[in-house]
């Protein structure tokens, strides 16, 4: 009988890493300090109909960002495009996402603080609320993958402990991306690959 590959979960149109049912990670904020959304070379990246919608946000969300985030916004604009062509947020002279608001040495994002508020509906951009998971799309399906990160030690230290695997720690962020019916088919395939292992 042939070896079978369990590193993969097929789920409609999307190829699921393992690595979101085996690994652990839960957000540590006092320990990492926010660092994935002000270390990298680029922003956050941008779903297609996202951009018109940080466009139409920003008067609302303005007062929430700090001068110099507003000058990048409004001389760069709410969007860009780095060196790999992919639409993303700007950042502060390379370092910070425009869109970050600081407290207390923690980076926060501006756009939730925001739909929290009940000032916006749109939560943050697709990516950022995915992360750790990155989606990488291609013609006939999606690859969705768990994105190591040595700024995110503290997130796996976090989850380990509390038992949180990545799948169920992006659950919001999945459902808003595939939908419930596509998360409880994950859910299945999460529990069979439990009980292979």
Sequence with gaps: MPEIDFSMLEIGKAVVSSDLVTSSFSCDLNACKGACCVTGDSGAPLEPDETKIL???????KCYLSEESQRTIENLGAWVIDI????VTPLNDGKECAYVVFER???F??????CN?????????LSCHLYPVRIKKYRFSDA???????????????????????????RDALERKYGK?????????AKSLSMVK
Excluded: M
């Design 55 to 61: 466009e139409q946000i920003y008067p609302s969300i």
């Design 84 to 87: 790999e062509n992919e639409t």
């Design 105 to 107: 040495g923690i980076a």
């Design 109 to 114: 994002c501006a756009i939730e603080k925001a």
């Design 117 to 125: 508020d009940g000032v916006i509906t749109f939560r943050k951009p």
């Design 144 to 170: 969705v993958n768990y994105d190591r990160w040595e700024i995110c030690n503290p997130a796996i230290i976090r989850g380990t402990s509390l038992h949180t695997p990545v799948y169920q720690f992006t």
């Design 181 to 189: 019916d596509w998360f409880n088919e994950l859910l299945i395939e």
